[in-house]
């Protein structure tokens, strides 16, 4: 079993985590050195690594595809049988009620998946988070996947399958909702082909520093909802919602600003070569896991903003929202029309003034 030969490396020879410089240095030399020496890099040779190095089979694919497909099932059935119901049960605003299932299918979601790649990193043999070079250990074109790190590829992989259409069709539209679909699509490649090339020790150290900041995000944004409930105040709510974004602002730079970095980079792009000398796709894995890094950064400017409002308005919203040209004037008119249509039973999905479609509590278009 893979995941489990790192045992046979001595506790002493542990590399320490590096500095952003170190990272930096050796990195950019390793990776030069690797593009001078690879004369015969191109096309072909790409190509001939694929047939030689991909292992995943026409049943692997089949099972991804149904459960992507039942995770949207899913969702619509909790949406419709338990998220709906119990927006309407708190009473939440209209533009609240709208949105409320997208942040509690996300939270019970990324709650399962988190805690399950924290016992696979902590509470198992695996050593792959104190010791991350060691991901490269024994490694072996074909090799066979361990059936707990396969079954969380599984969920996670459909899962991603799952969000991008879900982005496009069943979330509210964002900001950074196009960003949100590249992320999706850079995030299944990644899982898809490090599962086929075996590197599937180093994608549950990804995913476990990924996900912890999807748990506090929307956990937040509930309580955002929450502490307006009954078109009043909530102190608690207001409170967690606090709390929450504190956390969440600390735990993504900690975690994917700081370790994912020193951690997975640093093992990917340095470690991997020590390991495995030619090791397949090298420059195609790093580039896909570089490319997430400038997507975390963009995300933190957001968080940047987030604080800055916060600091200067004592007041937690989602700056990733679209507003109004007037706000307050549309909060107004949006709170008497919700009270008008409220015997119709639309919970966020109406026509404004202007004659407009309005989703989600603001009047606009969808633009991939």
């Known amino acids: 079993m893979s995941g489990q030969s790192t045992d046979d490396a001595p506790a002493a020879e542990v590399e320490p985590m590096p500095a952003y410089?170190?990272?930096?240095?050796?990195?950019?030399?390793?990776?030069?050195?690797?593009?001078?020496?690879?004369?015969?890099?191109?096309?072909e040779l790409s190509k001939r690594t694929l047939l030689d190095n991909a292992y995943i089979t026409w049943t692997e694919i089949a099972l991804f595809l149904f459960s992507a497909f039942l995770w949207t099932q899913v969702r619509r059935g909790l949406t419709e049988s338990l998220f709906q119901p119990l927006a309407q049960w708190c009473r939440l605003l209209p533009k609240d009620a709208a949105k409320m299932p997208e942040s509690a299918w996300k939270l019970v979601?990324?709650?399962?998946?988190?805690?399950?790649?924290?016992?696979?990193?902590?509470?198992?043999?695996?050593?792959?988070?104190h010791d991350p070079p060691s991901v490269f250990y024994n490694w072996q074109s074909g090799m066979s996947v361990p059936a707990d790190i396969?079954?969380?590829?599984?969920?996670q992989g459909s899962f991603y399958g799952h969000s991008i259409y879900a982005t496009v069709y069943m979330d509210a539209w964002?900001?950074?909702?196009?960003?949100?679909?590249?992320?999706?699509i850079i995030t299944l490649a990644l899982i898809s082909f490090s599962y086929a090339f075996r590197y599937h020790n180093v994608g549950i150290l990804v995913l476990f520093l990924h996900d912890i900041n999807d748990i506090q995000l929307e956990f937040t944004k509930l309580n955002i909802y929450m502490k307006t409930r009954e078109g009043g105040y909530h102190l608690l709510n207001d409170v967690l919602s606090n709390m929450g974004s504190v956390s969440f602002s600390i735990t993504w730079f900690w975690f994917r600003l700081y370790w994912f970095p020193l951690k997975?980079?640093?093992?990917?792009?340095?470690?991997?070569?020590?390991?495995?000398p030619n090791i397949p796709f090298y420059f195609f894995f790093n580039t896909l896991l570089l490319a997430l890094l400038l997507m975390n950064?963009?995300?933190?400017?957001f968080i940047v903003v987030f604080?800055?409002?916060?600091?200067?308005?004592?007041?937690?919203?989602?700056?990733?929202?679209?507003?109004?040209?007037?706000?307050?004037?549309?909060?107004?008119?949006?709170?008497?029309?919700?009270?008008a249509e409220n015997n119709d039973g639309d919970a966020g999905h109406h026509i404004s003034a202007q004659g407009k479609p309005v989703q989600n509590g603001v009047t606009k278009e969808k633009h991939l």
């Not at 964002?174 to 999706?184: G, I, P, Q, T, Y």
Request: aromatic share 16%; proline share 0%.
């Open 174 to 184: 964002r900001k950074d909702s196009a960003v949100m679909v590249v992320h999706h």
């Open 109 to 129: 979601f990324y709650t399962m998946s988190w805690s399950y790649s924290t016992y696979l990193l902590f509470f198992t043999s695996y050593s792959f988070f």
């Open 150 to 155: 396969a079954i969380a590829y599984l969920i």
């Open 264 to 276: 997975v980079l640093y093992a990917t792009c340095v470690s991997s070569l020590q390991s495995v």
């Open 307 to 339: 604080v800055v409002k916060v600091l200067k308005m004592k007041e937690v919203n989602d700056v990733r929202e679209y507003e109004d040209e007037d706000g307050s004037k549309a909060a107004a008119g949006l709170h008497r029309e919700a009270r």
């Open 297 to 301: 950064i963009y995300w933190f400017l």
């Open 21 to 43: 410089l170190d990272l930096m240095s050796r990195a950019s030399t390793v990776m030069l050195g690797a593009w001078r020496d690879c004369s015969s890099c191109g096309l």
